[in-house]
């Protein structure tokens, strides 16, 4: 059974560019939420993604922005980048509407690093 | 707004002795507390849960009880091990909509052979 997985591991930009990060929810999921961790520091929770939709946001502005497919994989966009996006940028999905959705299951993150 | 209170670290102990790292919350209903764990280089994995006042969550040798009168969800291990150095994170899912968590800032344990 095939957990959460992120894509890429590791990806250097440079300020002003855009990113694009990628996850595959743990199989039977369907809810998709995204965390950035910043150094030394707690994640901090970006959105969720629910039936393809946008469910909820933090604190967070709009340059950062997401998609979920058809099939729950998501996609993390982070455009116009700053030296305060670096951080660890971790994906987590559950299955909404049970009791199992409290658990929530964390891929391995990306580690961003803005130059 | 809700919110999570960890002791800060690191907490540095020697193989075999006993763990408490403390967590504290705030939260308006009743909200879902978690640990979860992160070794170097790597995601969160959860070490445990509890859904209830006086739920009990256990793991691995770990425990943390659900607290609701003291609003607390300290965890504990009888005996660590070098293999426990990581960081620990207490959270809370204040079972919402999105069940989003809320995590603390983290405290590094460092068990010396």
């Known amino acids: 059974d095939a957990g959460v997985t992120q894509s890429p591991t590791h990806l250097i930009k440079t300020r002003g560019q855009q990113v694009t990060l990628r996850c595959s929810p743990k199989s039977g999921h369907d809810t998709v939420s995204w965390y950035q961790q910043a150094l030394g520091q707690g994640p901090q929770f970006i959105f969720q993604y629910y039936e393809e939709e946008e469910r909820q946001r933090g604190n967070f502005p709009d340059r950062f922005s997401g998609h979920q497919f058809p099939n729950y994989s998501s996609e993390l966009n982070v455009n116009a980048l700053l030296l305060g996006d670096s951080a660890l940028y971790l994906c987590?999905?559950?299955?909404?509407?049970?009791?199992?959705?409290?658990?929530?299951?964390f891929g391995p993150g990306t580690r961003l690093t803005v130059t | 707004g809700n919110s999570v209170t960890q002791m800060e670290g690191p907490v540095t102990l020697s193989e075999e002795a006993f763990l408490t790292i403390n967590c504290t919350y705030t939260?308006?209903?009743?909200?879902?507390l978690f640990w979860y764990v992160q070794y170097p280089g790597e995601g969160l994995q959860l070490l445990l849960k509890?859904?209830?006042?006086?739920d009990k969550g256990s793991n691995k040798g770990f425990e943390a009880t659900y607290r609701k009168e003291t609003t607390s969800f300290h965890l504990e291990k009888g005996s660590v091990q070098v293999s426990d150095s990581a960081v620990y994170f207490c959270a809370l899912s204040d079972g919402g909509a999105t069940n989003k968590l809320i995590f603390g800032t983290g405290t590094l344990l460092a068990v010396q052979p």
């Open positions: 939260a308006t209903g009743y909200p879902s």
């Open positions: 509890a859904t209830k006042a006086d």
């Open positions: 987590a999905s559950t299955r909404r509407g049970t009791a199992i959705s409290y658990e929530q299951y």
